[in-house]
């Protein structure tokens, strides 16, 4: 029987997702935010009609990029806001490495097409924000607040402490890795995680009586 017409193909989503995954592995490229929707099609191999017929535009293509990643990071996200690693310094110490080996593995590669298309643009900004910047923002929301809920961080605006806890972390990696400050300021990564979370443990944690 003939297709309706607008009804989709059977293969529609898988095809959808094939081109998803060409287009990602472009955008995470170091110039990859600047690519056209002309070269996303071409390296995807397939029309400039063909893939607006799937995603409409450059600024949806991006912005559906931007959710499919946060797709695949929820696995990881979801251990970064609940998985158990003991008390607060051993528990903060584990999430701020992993967040380290994360960006070190990709998701650094991540954050930059973020920035680089989120920035001074009224759609993909908010984008950014909600689906890649956020969810690493909640996920460390999730676990301070498990531990002030336990007594050993005291009581504060757990959002302000989310943003103190990772913010720094993530500037400094842009500095050292995207931004290639390694190359003209260098940084020892891992010394600077260790003070920068005895100085957050100063400020939050709640001293025995």
Known sequence: MARMKGSRNADYEKERERLLEEVRLRLLAS?????????????AGVSVATLRHYFGSREALLADVMADMHRRGLPYLLAAATEIRGPV????????????????MGVGAVHAFGLTA????????????????EPTLQAAEARLSRHIADGELRHCDVRHAALELVCPVVLGL???VQLSG??????????FLEDHLETFLRAYVVSPE
């Open 31 to 43: 110039d990859g935010a600047q690519t056209s929707f002309r070269e996303l099609a071409e390296v």
């Open 118 to 133: 989120g920035v001074g643009h009224e759609t993909l900004g908010p984008v950014y924000v909600k689906e890649l910047l």
């Open 89 to 104: 310094r051993e528990s903060l110490q584990w999430f701020l490495e992993s967040l380290l080996t994360g960006w070190r």
């Open 174 to 176: 842009l500095h050292q």
């Open 182 to 191: 390694a190359n003209c300021r260098p940084l020892n990564v891992e010394r």
